[in-house]
């Protein structure tokens, strides 16, 4: 199986800050990585698949990057509606074993 | 507007079984596959197995095999997720989520509360 490591576990920042987040896989992934925002008593939002190429709907604010085993989420200037839990997830494998990472809650500093 | 939408809350005694619905609709269900994920009270998300609503294809994850049956009826365009030997470990909100791989549309979730 594959693990998916967030870090860091919380992060402070301030509205109109940048925040960077980082997910690492166990092994190779290539660019097979989404990300995904959840906000209280709310489902899962896709922000990023392919690693790089926001989901439909989805602010330029949030950006992607990354390939292999290392991937960066970037929000380039926080806003209230930013506050949540962030996913990343691999499904490089084929069939599915698809995991996710521990999450980043982003908070108010 | 596509969306998928699941069936209402649920209590179980240990060992039961719970049958969770996932009804898809604008979109053609047989184009995409889904997916269950669950999430456990301030817990992360952790993916169960998917199927090929098309095929009837399912693929489950290690730690839930034999447990777990997904099925669905396509004349109604409803997936669904059975979780046999129910413990208080599987206390969790279950989510239906649509992709064969990101997954772009979800279901608002089912809690399902395992308590003697």
């Known amino acids: 199986e594959i693990v998916m490591t967030q870090s860091p576990a919380t992060l402070s920042v301030s509205p109109g800050e940048r925040a960077t987040l980082s997910c690492r896989a166990s092994q190779s992934v290539s660019s097979n990585l989404a990300w995904y925002q959840q906000k209280p008593g709310q489902a899962p939002r896709l922000l990023i698949y392919?690693?790089?190429t926001r989901a439909t709907g989805i602010p330029a604010r949030f950006s992607g990057s990354g390939s292999g085993t290392e991937f960066t989420l970037t929000i380039s200037s926080l806003q209230s509606e930013d506050f949540a839990v962030y996913y990343c997830?691999?499904?490089?494998?084929?069939?599915?074993?698809?995991?996710f990472g521990g999450g980043t809650k982003v908070e108010i500093k | 507007q596509v969306q998928l939408v699941q069936s209402g809350a649920e209590v179980k005694k240990p060992g039961a079984s719970v049958k969770v619905s996932c009804k898809a609709s604008?979109?053609?269900?047989?184009?995409?596959?889904i997916n269950w994920v669950r999430q456990a009270t301030g817990q992360g998300l952790e993916w169960m197995g998917w199927m090929n609503p098309n095929s009837g294809n399912t693929g489950y994850a290690q730690k839930f095999q034999g447990r777990v049956t997904m099925t669905r009826n396509t004349s109604i365009s409803t997936a669904y997720m059975e979780l046999s030997s129910l413990r208080s470990e599987d206390t969790a909100v279950y989510y239906c989520?649509?992709?064969?791989?990101?997954?772009?549309?979800w279901g608002q979730g089912t809690m399902v509360t395992v308590s003697s």
């Open positions: 604008g979109y053609t269900f047989t184009s995409y596959d």
């Open positions: 989520a649509r992709g064969s791989d990101a997954f772009d549309i």
């Open positions: 997830q691999q499904y490089n494998n084929w069939p599915p074993a698809l995991t």
């Open positions: 392919g690693a790089s």
